[in-house]
């Protein structure tokens, strides 16, 4: 990565534009052109420096709910477990922690019915039972850019 490279993430965390034609709007602050950031965003997505683009939502504002989940998942059903809930399209995002409850994920709906239902679904579809649902009680909204 050269210091264009580092320049166009710094830029890209939390001002990203919104515009027609965004990789433009991000030439003309960089002094590039739009080309040459797709280019470099491209290669940077193929290095995997860059995982995604994309926006983040404040949920309750979109009358929308979430929740922490947490699962006790034996060894030999982690990888059926995860596809069973990635199939679920309100899961943003899951992961592995050494930890009992192995298995974390969030996931946001239009009601708590919503996750509670396919929590369940989860539960009968994979086996597994032990599945927390931890709703947040106060929301701590952090903004996170890595100087690159």
């Given amino acids: 990565m050269d210091q264009t490279d580092r320049d166009l993430l710094n830029e890209i965390q939390s001002e990203f534009p919104i515009a027609p034609r965004p990789y433009l709007e991000l ?18 997505k193929e290095e995997g420096v860059i995982r995604r683009i ?13 929740t922490l989940c947490a699962a006790r998942v034996p060894e030999d059903k982690i990888y059926q477990f995860v596809k069973a809930v990635n199939r679920h399209p309100g899961v943003t995002h899951n992961y592995l922690r050494n930890h009992d409850y192995n298995v974390w994920f969030t996931f946001i709906a239009r ?38």
Avoid: C, Y
């Fill in 27 to 44: 030439g003309k602050r960089l002094g590039l052109s739009e080309q040459e950031v797709i280019d470099r965003i491209k290669r940077l």
């Fill in 111 to 148: 009601d708590m019915g919503v996750i509670e239902n396919a929590l369940e679904e989860i539960a009968r579809e994979t086996g597994v039972s032990d599945i927390l649902n931890l709703p947040a009680e106060k929301m701590f909204k952090i903004k996170v850019d890595f100087e690159v």
């Fill in 54 to 66: 994309g926006g983040n939502f404040h949920s309750s504002r979109l009358n929308f709910t979430s």
